[in-house]
């Protein structure tokens, strides 16, 4: 995302990241790699950086082949209504259209919003609480038949069923009714199971949004895939993320949750339909596996062209790949902060001073080394605004010091701290973090050691990553099995502190299951000034606000972030039109992909 703020406390970090920096471009240019769109190193690499908002061999893509995508982790869901990771919105699109979405360029352009299967933008009147769309002439399903207006009704009326369908965002139920007064369209008593009452489909091309109250964020809203249509017909509820059906170019062929997913040509799917996507491979195939170094391994070996998680390769393959494959790599911004969250409900992390002893107690060098160090892992992070949304202050704004006086950890700030929530000799917790991810199990090792010299002893749960939902995104289970520390990371929804903060700080955010808002965060004045930014429509204003929640979240000493993130990604030799986007938090943009040989 866009380039974060420094302070005159980061000398010691940048000049080691300047340093390594200058190391890999060196060894960059020394291999040979060049980013032009006609080759670049012997095995047909870009160069290093050549994908890092801006795009590299886009001539060079061609029709037809398999693009074969690798994970250490499967989708949450991918049922659209459901799924919330990062990866699956991205990957989503192959399978999923909207009204409107992302522009598939390169850096901050892609996360601007274009038409979809809309015609155009939205024509809003009624002072921002209305919003009109038409589809496009000769959009259809994988079985031929026409999308409507009423099938994007329906899909988006799932968001309703939160008993049935928890998991994903839930921005558009609580802005298009605040109050709750429809239950979904399992629920629905009328016939046609439409009865939301916010959305018009007076013709099957027209659809019409009225919101209660003006939200200045409600088209990135609809840019979300939870906004996809769903064909009555063709929903199987709580299986549905087993086989969607599909509106884009692509349609499931098959797929074995954790272990493999293909998806082939939906031969109804017309171009002329599609400003957006240009379909280059035949297939799609997607190879999970239990650990992210035998992913690296295969992505090494040219059997997989690109990571499906784009969270970055695991320390092991990373020190290879910067050795031997520097010009296959990207070093991208990411949108994500990566942190440590302390939920309220498991003592005694009920009382911010406790809170505050694990803030100071933690070595925040040995937390950045263990992500990556400044190139791989990313800066030191200092609060919990990502340098992309507006309102953040980078670095600038570190009221724990932690990337100052306290970046090895204070130990007597820590004790002062324990002592004042009435711990002084210390406490036993448990850290919960996802078993698949090998930087985040070496981040809790490190939060371990350091705790334990302040009296915190800190046991490891490591759990599967694929049921992040009913494990950590279950209050109840959170309760019970006593994690009082959280491992996790986020990045926006879409680029503002609403699509950002809202799911991890507002209090009506918090849900029974699928819940984000893991410090179980109930504060007035954060949820107040949520309430004013969604009505707020100049930039200024939303700016101000935005950097006033944040800091009311500091203040309350629920999170330890650990770095604004950095990656580094690997992009397979044989890949064609590739760049990152901040559409999806510095990945790689799915959509567009091709491959330069089809063999």
């Known amino acids: 995302m866009t380039t974060q703020r420094t302070s005159g406390r980061r000398k010691q970090a940048l000049a080691a990241a300047a340093a390594v920096a200058a190391l890999l471009t060196t060894a960059a240019c020394g291999g040979g790699g060049g980013t032009d769109d006609n080759g670049g190193s012997k095995n047909g690499a870009a160069g290093f950086d050549a994908a890092n908002n801006k795009v590299a061999q886009a001539s060079l893509a061609k029709k037809g082949g398999t693009l074969k995508f690798g994970g250490a982790q499967d989708a949450d869901s991918w049922d659209t209504t459901r799924g919330y990771y990062g990866f699956m ?93 429809y239950k979904g369209p399992y629920k629905d008593t009328s016939a046609d199971k439409l009865g939301l009452k916010a959305i018009d489909t007076p013709d099957d091309k027209t659809i019409v949004f009225h919101l209660p109250t003006a939200n200045s964020d409600f088209e990135e809203m609809l840019a979300l895939v939870s906004a996809s249509p769903v064909r ?47 379909a280059y491979p ?50 991208p911004v990411s949108g994500y902060v990566r942190y440590a969250v302390f939920p309220q409900s498991v003592k005694p992390f009920d009382n911010a001073e406790c809170r505050k002893a694990v803030i100071y107690g933690a070595d925040h060098v040995s937390l950045q080394t263990a992500r990556g160090g400044p190139v791989a892992g990313g800066d030191i992070g200092t609060n919990m605004l990502p340098p992309s949304v507006s309102g953040a202050e980078g670095q600038s704004y570190d009221p724990y010091e932690l990337n100052g006086a306290n970046k090895n950890g204070n130990e007597a700030k820590a004790k002062e701290a324990l002592k004042a929530c009435g711990k002084p000799n210390g406490f036993s917790t448990t850290i919960a973090v996802r078993n698949n991810k090998p930087v985040e199990v070496a981040t809790a090792q490190s939060l371990q050691a350091s705790l334990k010299k302040i009296g915190i002893n800190a046991e ?25 520390i959280i491992i996790m990371g986020w990045g926006p ?57 944040n800091h009311k979240v500091m203040e309350g000493a629920y999170y330890l972030p650990f770095v604004f993130e950095k990656f580094i990604n690997w992009r397979g030799s044989n890949l064609a039109n590739v760049y990152t986007t901040d559409g999806y938090s510095g990945m790689y943009d799915f959509v567009n992909l091709g491959l330069k040989s089809t063999k």
Do not use: C
């Open 89 to 181: 919105w991205n990957f989503a699109r192959y399978y999923s259209r909207q009204l409107v979405t992302g522009k598939t360029e390169p850096g901050k352009a892609g996360a601007e919003v274009t038409p979809d299967l809309a015609t155009g933008l939205a024509k809003v009147t009624d002072a921002g609480k209305t919003y009109t769309y038409t589809l496009r002439d000769g959009v259809k399903w994988e079985d031929g038949k026409p999308i409507t207006s009423k099938d994007v009704k329906y899909g988006i009326e799932r968001v309703w069923a939160q008993d049935v369908l928890s998991g994903g965002p839930v921005y558009l139920k609580d802005v298009l009714d605040p109050k709750g007064a």
């Open 232 to 278: 009555q017909d063709m929903d199987t509820k709580s299986k549905y993320g087993l086989h969607p059906f599909s509106s884009g170019p692509y349609k499931f062929e098959s797929y074995a949750p954790g272990k493999d997913l293909t998806l082939t040509r939906n031969t109804s799917w017309d171009q002329a339909s599609d400003p957006i996507r240009k």
């Open 282 to 331: 035949d297939k799609i195939t997607v190879k999970f596996f239990s650990n992210a170094n035998d992913l690296d391994q295969r992505l090494i070996s040219g059997d997989l062209d690109l990571d499906l998680n784009q969270t970055g390769m695991s320390p092991q393959g990373r020190t290879t790949a910067l050795k031997q494959h520097k010009d296959n790599l990207d070093n």
């Open 460 to 484: 490891i749960d490591q759990y599967d990553g694929s049921q992040t939902t009913g494990i950590i995104g279950s209050p109840a289970n959170v309760a019970k099995k006593g994690y009082g």
């Open 493 to 549: 929804d879409f680029p503002s502190v609403q699509g950002f903060g809202l799911p991890l700080w507002d209090s009506k955010y918090i849900l029974d299951s699928g819940n984000s808002n893991y410090a179980l965060i109930k504060d007035k004045t954060i949820d107040g000034l949520f309430d004013q930014y969604v009505t707020t429509l100049d930039d200024a204003g939303k700016t101000k606000i935005s950097t006033e929640i």
